[in-house]
């Protein structure tokens, strides 16, 4: 009798015929699932981000079944559960007499060292669910000074011909991005996002994660997400035919009472594995074939998938674990309480940690220009901010969520992966939400007792690392805008953020 092969399927590898299930053999080889604490307990992951990937799990699983395949899947409540991936894997092989499996490469360092110390022999093959392969990504980026994704996704661009009329852009332009900047208003017409309702299976789940993980940051009340791939369908239908029209233009739009917008909520999906990025990206460009979309809109959307996600990837993996470490510009101080619900009076960081907790989900906007914005501005310790987006919201795996946060939001990596630190005053946020009208601080003030600390500490930030960015040539008119402000002026901006600074590291509310 020959021994049965195991093939190790991950919570974020949901794909029928993808990576290592297109090489196993269902006639012999036994699939292996598994929800461990060691996963779900690497940070203090949202409820709903658990029970979200659990659910899907099962499910996946189920599917799986039904298509012929054998599948041991261990449920977190299981008795005999290791509580591990490599610890599942062992069980299961003893179980079986199996002596070696396949496995579809994990996304993050922490697992994939993991894997390779396996006392089982695993094969791992490479992720064939994006554009770009590991290797693609390390032949572009070899002997380049820079690595800039705006080039990337050009030359992506060109290997697929989305959004292309022969060798040249739609259009006659790669990027749309200077005309996706427009404020939002309320709009009661405005088509939500479709929710589903919990069924039996991830109610289940959704009673397991309230029994074991009730201390986690973020609630399951109305939990809303698709675990299966109809659902995912069905969201990405909603999406092309309601929202994509618009998205491009009203993209870094932000309005307290309205979290979704023209956001496609679809990023979970795709990182899970429940939808392709290819059939997303299809359906976009066919929408604006169609003349149902215009191309400011699919061109920012596509961008977005097959420029960001694709680039961020690639940089992770060719950067290494290393790349979690770094801290160019020597940040060190805590993530404040009100990054996990604790009082504060901006009304912009309330609105965006309270709409996180209840949803698992910000916009992108919401991520980088308000609480990544606040915590480069203040100084925060990027290893403490990286922890909690990747904690927080129910899209974040790590290779996607690490250099969005790092690199793009805290520039902990010293400007590998972005050319400038994105930081801007509380102005910004002004244009672009409607959060300041309620706030406690005044947004119109640069300096005083109720200058909004996004003014104060943004002068704060350049100030002190002026040898390090005052040559840059994109932050040189923010430079040139400070020396001509009044000396004085500029003692009582710098006197206001050291003093909301020593609040900050008292714990006081801020």
């Not at 501005?377 to 987006?389: F, R, T």
Request: net charge neutral; aromatic share 10%.
């Amino acid at each position: 009798m020959v021994a049965p092969r195991l093939v190790l399927v991950l919570g974020d590898q949901l794909t029928p015929g993808a990576g290592a299930l297109a090489l196993a053999d269902r006639n012999r080889d036994v699939v292996v699932m598994a929800e461990v604490l060691a996963e779900a307990e690497a940070v203090p992951h949202h409820p709903q981000k658990i029970a979200f990937l659990f659910a899907a799990m099962r499910k996946f699983a189920a599917a799986l079944t039904a298509d012929g395949w054998q599948v041991r899947y261990s449920r977190l409540d299981d008795p005999a559960n290791t509580q591990s991936i490599p610890g599942e894997v062992l069980r299961r092989a003893a179980e079986l007499g199996a002596r070696e499996g396949i496995a579809t490469r994990p996304g993050d360092w922490r697992l994939l060292a993991a894997l390779e110390t396996c006392a089982l022999p695993l094969h791992l093959v490479e992720d064939d669910r994006f554009f770009c392969s590991t290797a693609a990504f390390d032949a572009w980026a070899a002997d380049r000074k820079a690595l800039r994704m705006e080039y990337f996704y050009r030359e992506m661009r060109r290997r697929t011909g989305y959004l292309m009329e022969g060798a040249a852009p739609a259009g006659g332009r790669w990027n749309y991005d200077a005309e996706n900047r427009k404020p939002a208003a309320a709009d009661l017409f405005r088509a939500p996002p479709p929710r589903f309702a919990p069924d039996a299976t991830t109610q289940e789940v959704l009673d397991l994660v309230a029994r074991r993980f009730p201390a986690h940051f973020g609630g399951l009340e109305g939990f809303g997400w698709a675990t299966d791939r109809a659902g995912a369908l069905a969201a990405l239908d909603h999406f092309i035919a309601h929202a994509l029209p618009d998205f491009g233009t009203y993209q870094d739009a932000m309005l307290a009472g309205d979290p979704f917008l023209h956001h496609s909520l679809l990023s979970p999906y795709l990182n899970a594995g429940l939808l392709t990025p290819q059939e997303v990206c299809d359906r976009a460009e066919a929408a604006w074939r169609a003349g149902r979309v215009p191309l400011n809109s699919a061109e920012g959307f596509i961008r977005q998938i097959l420029g960001w996600r694709e680039f961020v990837r690639g940089l992770y993996l060719r950067e290494g674990p290393g790349y979690l470490t770094r801290n160019a510009l020597g940040h060190g101080r805590r993530l404040p309480p009100a990054y996990w619900g604790g009082e504060t009076r901006m009304a912009c960081v309330r609105a965006v940690v309270a709409q996180t907790g209840r949803l698992a989900y910000a916009h992108h906007i919401q991520r980088l220009m308000v609480t990544g914005n606040f915590a480069l501005l203040a100084g925060i310790d990027p290893a403490e901010v990286h922890g909690w987006y990747l904690a927080v919201y129910v899209d974040a795996l790590e290779w996607v969520e690490a250099p969005n946060t790092l690199g793009m939001s805290q520039f902990a990596d010293g400007g590998v992966l972005a050319s400038k630190p994105y930081v801007s005053s509380g102005a910004y946020i002004d244009r672009m939400s409607d959060y300041c009208g309620g706030c406690r601080y005044r947004v119109a003030d640069r300096a005083g007792p109720d200058a909004c600390p996004f003014n104060l500490l943004y002068w704060h930030f350049l100030t002190r690392h002026r040898a390090r960015f005052g040559t840059n040539p994109r932050m040189a008119p923010m430079y040139r805008t400070w020396d001509r402000m009044d000396e004085g002026h500029q003692a009582r901006v710098l006197e206001g953020a050291e003093r909301f600074l020593v609040r900050l590291d008292a714990g006081e509310p801020v």
